[in-house]
């Protein structure tokens, strides 16, 4: 599986955007570039996915680099709820459903 | 309701004995996980059903034997525990066909063996 590369932590004050950034300079052709979130004392939770252009949801934006080597997932305003390990995953575009979670990154926001 | 739920949501017991672990997913998604949350926090898959079909095993020791009864459910049956079994397994579930289908994950069973 290839691999994915996030700071340890990070801290953001509440209400200010959150950049948390994900190396995969192994990443493949088909490789999907995919978010979850772990919060405290709860199991994962999907957050968002893309594959070349950059996405928004509700929860958050994925800005994808050009040569999708790396990745930034955007949280526009944080609030003490968003305190949470957020984990930067690829995923092989079908006939593999295994997800490979990494070290992730701890998110501590101040309020 | 709860989309995936899982039971006991804490489980204690003795080195050596059998246990079990239910979850139950009610998405109507046709592919099931099993994950362990080791005490360093690491999360690794363990199995994976589609259809009540084994598709992944991640080399995990005979001691832990998963089963499918239906799409809907996927337990996991772990004998002869021991000290390093202690941990947060978690069960998840998606929708193969979707692909790049996100999963969605139960709450979490904390198993601490003694």
């Known amino acids: 599986d290839a691999k994915t590369t996030q700071p340890n932590s990070m801290e953001s004050n509440e209400e200010e955007p959150v950049h948390l950034p994900c190396n995969h300079s192994?990443?493949?052709?088909?490789?999907?570039i995919h978010w979850y979130r772990q919060l405290p004392s709860q199991g994962p939770e999907y957050v968002i996915h893309g594959l070349t252009s950059n996405v928004n949801n509700r929860m958050a934006s994925l800005a994808i680099a050009e040569d999708r080597k790396s990745s930034t997932l955007i949280l526009h305003r944080a609030t003490l709820r968003d305190a949470a390990v957020y984990y930067c995953?690829?995923?092989?575009?079908?006939?593999?459903?295994?997800?490979?979670f990494g070290t992730g990154t701890r998110l501590t926001i101040i309020p | 309701d709860t989309a995936v739920s899982q039971t006991p949501k804490y489980l204690v017991t003795q080195m050596g004995n059998d246990k079990s672990i239910k979850c139950e997913q009610n998405?109507?998604?046709?592919?099931m996980y099993w994950y362990k949350q080791d005490s360093k926090k690491f999360l690794k898959i363990m199995f994976s059903?589609?259809?009540?079909?084994?598709?992944i095993n991640e080399t995990v020791p005979n001691r832990f034997s998963p089963k499918s009864p239906d799409k809907a459910h996927l337990n996991l049956h772990i004998n002869s525990l021991e000290l390093g079994d202690s941990a947060v397994y978690f069960c998840?579930?998606?929708?193969?066909?979707?692909?790049?289908?996100?999963?969605?994950f139960g709450e979490g069973s904390r198993l601490t063996v003694l």
């Open positions: 995953i690829l995923r092989p575009n079908f006939g593999n459903e295994k997800l490979t």
């Open positions: 192994t990443i493949s052709g088909t490789d999907y």
């Open positions: 998405l109507g998604h046709d592919t």
């Open positions: 998840a579930s998606s929708q193969r066909s979707l692909g790049t289908g996100e999963l969605f």
């Open positions: 059903y589609n259809n009540k079909e084994l598709i």
